[in-house]
């Protein structure tokens, strides 16, 4: 009885896991405008995430451009979008095989040995993901505080940790907590 309710904690957080690590790949707020000066009129806000800038005038009006060229786009930014890619693909899957396998265990007669093999798999691709969505959020995080008190960096261009890398935070300790279990 134990197995099986760590099994569906394990389900529901990877599937959680999964839905986050969608949702921080796809959000355009991994860096948003600082308002580091006196200046408490603020008109804009500016977005910066892996697909797409987005500027918000006076929260009435939201404007999105995509990136033009991915050549153009800086290496560490062309490395994080294909690490947040890869980690999505992978957290479908692991959601996945967590699903067969927790159907084959709930039929099995077999007992504790009778654990499937894809429970095993499911928890190891979760640990993968969770450590493939924890390497550009908190690589993008570091750079952002980093930046943020640096004196050379002019104050236009300071920025804050956006929402995406909270939400990305989250997904990480889900899926790793998801295959913690499973494993």
Same mark, same amino acid.
């Given at each position: 009885?134990?197995?099986?309710?760590?099994?569906?904690?394990?389900?529901?957080?990877?599937?959680?896991?999964?839905?986050?690590?969608?949702?921080?790949?796809?959000?355009?707020?991994?860096?948003?405008?600082?308002?580091?000066?006196?200046?408490?009129?603020?008109?804009?806000?500016?977005?910066?995430?892996?697909?797409?800038?987005?500027? %918000?005038?006076? #929260?009435?009006?939201?404007?999105?451009? *995509? =990136? &033009?060229?991915?050549?153009?786009? +800086?290496?560490?930014? @062309?490395?994080?979008?294909?690490?947040?890619?890869?980690?999505?693909?992978?957290?479908?899957?692991?959601?996945?095989?967590?699903?067969?396998?927790?159907?084959?265990?709930?039929?099995?007669?077999?007992?504790?040995?009778?654990?499937?093999?894809?429970?095993?798999?499911?928890?190891?691709?979760?640990?993968?993901?969770?450590?493939?969505?924890?390497?550009?959020? %908190?690589?993008? #995080?570091?750079?952002?505080?980093?930046? *943020? =008190? &640096?004196?050379?960096?002019?104050? +236009?261009?300071?920025? @804050?940790?956006?929402?995406?890398?909270?939400?990305?935070?989250?997904?990480?300790?889900?899926?790793?907590?998801?295959?913690?279990?499973?494993?």
């Amino acid at each position: 009885m134990a197995c099986c309710v760590l099994q569906l904690t394990g389900l529901i957080f990877g599937g959680v896991g999964m839905v986050g690590t969608l949702a921080a790949t796809a959000m355009p707020q991994w860096r948003v405008s600082a308002y580091v000066d006196g200046n408490i009129v603020v008109f804009e806000t500016i977005w910066e995430g892996l697909w797409m800038d987005c500027i %918000s005038q006076l #929260g009435i009006r939201l404007q999105c451009k *995509f =990136y &033009d060229s991915v050549l153009a786009l +800086p290496p560490p930014l @062309e490395a994080f979008r294909a690490l947040m890619c890869i980690a999505a693909g992978l957290s479908i899957a692991s959601f996945l095989m967590a699903i067969v396998g927790v159907k084959y265990t709930q039929r099995s007669k077999e007992g504790p040995q009778g654990i499937s093999v894809f429970i095993l798999a499911a928890g190891v691709a979760f640990l993968l993901t969770g450590t493939l969505v924890l390497v550009p959020v %908190s690589w993008t #995080g570091g750079s952002i505080i980093r930046d *943020f =008190y &640096d004196p050379e960096v002019p104050a +236009p261009l300071k920025r @804050e940790l956006g929402a995406a890398l909270y939400v990305g935070w989250g997904s990480t300790a889900l899926l790793l907590a998801a295959g913690a279990m499973y494993c």
